[in-house]
């Protein structure tokens, strides 16, 4: 039974992560702040460093033993479905591009990891 704790717990890990995308969004759209080419190096930052360092040091603290099958199981084919979605969308999509693929990629891999360990 998820109780109103486990929520506040989701909620708590999520309003972060929100609130850094709120900012992004509106200091590329609205306040012009970062130019597409900034964006793209941005882009770029998090493909080579950010979520390699980041799956090191998650792997790093990961108890193999005390591992919940189904979840990872869960998380493996949700992640497959997203790759699937946002190639097809930024091959065959007049608005689709392989920058923005990655940004929404490292989006929800952050929030199924944020969600994971705020309720594991």
Not at 14 to 21: D, S
Not at 46 to 65: G, K, M, R, S
Request: neutral net charge; charged residues 10%; proline residues 2%.
């Amino acid at each position: 039974m998820i109780t109103g704790g486990d929520v506040y717990k989701v909620i708590e890990a999520m309003v972060p992560l929100y609130v850094a995308l709120i900012l992004g969004y509106g200091s590329v759209k609205w306040w012009h702040i970062f130019t597409r080419d900034q964006c793209d190096a941005i882009n770029r930052l998090v493909c080579y460093f950010t979520l390699p360092l980041f799956t090191i040091e998650f792997t790093a603290h990961v108890d193999p033993f005390n591992m919940n099958y189904r979840f990872i199981a869960a998380d493996v084919i949700s992640k497959v479905i997203i790759v699937a979605v946002l190639a097809f969308w930024a091959k065959y999509s007049s608005n689709g591009s392989y920058c923005w693929s990655i940004t929404s990629f490292s989006v929800h891999s952050y929030k199924l990891s944020c969600c994971g360990c705020a309720i594991g």
